[in-house]
């Protein structure tokens, strides 16, 4: 692979205020190789970025690259065959907005993880947690009221975004077939939710010894539980049982807030679905008791970031979106940048996302030995993260690995 040097860098990776002085960067195959006042190679392409800005490539942590239609349910009745290329489309687009890498918190096989890294389509990196787990009634069992039959114990759809498990033994087992599968993490859906038929919101998900029994298989694995929840109640029991990444978070009081930063969990927002939900989710599928629903977690979105900003939470970035949504995934920059300072909003989609994704060092940031995952973004988005947005019309230039996904003159 050829070697790129970016001259007149002027870096944004969310750590400051403000742009850092220019620098030049060198890649060299997939890898920055040197980030430095005066960096020369003979045989690398200059790229001069005068007057552009440079970032690492931006991270999602709360995608499903499997919905492809909002209705949840009506997706996992689809053809595996089906759900897996228009993932790859839905993946394709993700990359072109400037996601360089996006953990997906249900859904997404080990097989979808192995053609990404096949690398003949163009999509970002994945982090998987394969299926999340629910309860009976829970988040991820889309039966409705009349629909008795028996959940399936294997041989799991590829559009369904979680698996159905109740009990120790049942848990524990669903936690290791996961694990063996390939899951990055484990995901599990702690609170009632929106896009399933039978949970209200307040819905606790799991007894509590179901939930540790859970971390203690993370744990044992290596990794760390992830858990759908919005009301104070289910954060608290799950930060208690050990849950170290917390989603979407709507309703979080002060005290559960630092509690968990104290922890050293973090947040994971994902606003920009619950407008879009309300918005767009009718016409495109999304079922009425659900639309009703979303109302009582979207009001409370944006006092969350402060209230978990205060506490010192860690928050990093998600989107969540589902079906013909996925197109607004950059919006949740702007809508936190309403409540947030915008170097903040930058690094939740940079280190701290790194960070939580275990992948601290390697993406996520421009420095030597990280991977030279790339965008680079006309004009400064601390000043205005509207850049950002706009299906990447602002970004001229993506790389991935030192490869470039795009490219158009930067004149
Ligand atoms: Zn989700």
New binding site residues.
Partial sequence: MASTLFTNARIVDGTAPEAGSPVSVLVEGGTIREVSKSVASAKAKVIDLRGKTLMPGLIDA?V?VIAGVADLGRNAALPDSLVAVRSLVIMRDMLMRGFTTVRD??GADFGLKQATEEGNFPTPRLVISGKALSQTGGHADFRGRYDDRSTPVTGHKLGA?GRVCDGLDQVRRAAREEIKGGADFIKIMANGGCASPTDPIHFLGFSVSELEAIVEEARMAGTYVSA?VYTDEAIRRCVEAGVHSL??CNLIEAETAKLAASKGAVAVP?LV?YDKLVSDGPKLGFPPDSVAKVDVVRSAGMNSLAVMKQAGLAMAYGS?LLGEMHKYQSEEFVIRGRALPAHEVIASATHVAAKLLRLEGKIGTVAAGAHADLIVVDGDPLTDLSLLTRQGRHIPLIMKGGAFVKRVSLG
């Fill in positions: 709360h499903h918190v249900g975004l759908h989603e979407h994902t679905t969540d």
